[in-house]
Nanobody
Framework: QVQLVESGGGLVQPGGSLRLSCKLS????????MGWYRQAPGKQRELVAS???????NFADSVKGRFTISRDNAKDTVYLQMNTLKPEDSAVYYC?????????WGQGTQVTVSS
């Protein structure tokens, strides 16, 4: 019954912005940690950003200063604001949530940065 659904991906030009959303449903508990990972074709999945219920955040070095992660604890929704996008940011972005000693994953949303 626990579900993670991402939205907001799409095609954007270099230097542009996108905002991804992910909503957790089916749990009476708020996830202690939620985050975003991404995976490009032929590449390993990597952590982009994470955030706890206390709003402590972590970012990959490659996105620091460009991306912002936030969450609405009451709605169990996490957001990823992506600014100054680069072609190397192109990937499938996956939402994740950790709660009750388990990690859950969304199905992913495609982000393509191209002229």
């Amino acid at each position: 019954q626990v579900q993670l659904v991402e939205s907001g991906g799409g095609l954007v030009q270099p230097g542009g912005s996108l905002r991804l959303s992910c909503k957790l449903s089916g749990s009476i508990f708020s996830a202690p940690s939620m985050g975003w990972y991404r995976q490009a074709p032929g590449k390993q999945r990597e952590l982009v950003a994470s955030i706890t219920t206390s709003k402590t955040t972590n970012f990959a070095d490659s996105v620091k200063g460009r991306f912002t992660i936030s969450r609405d604890n009451a709605k169990d929704t996490v957001y990823l604001q992506m600014n100054t996008l680069k072609p190397e940011d192109s990937a499938v972005y996956y939402c994740s949530a950790y709660l009750q000693s388990r990690t859950y994953w969304g199905q992913g949303t495609q982000v393509t940065v191209s002229s």
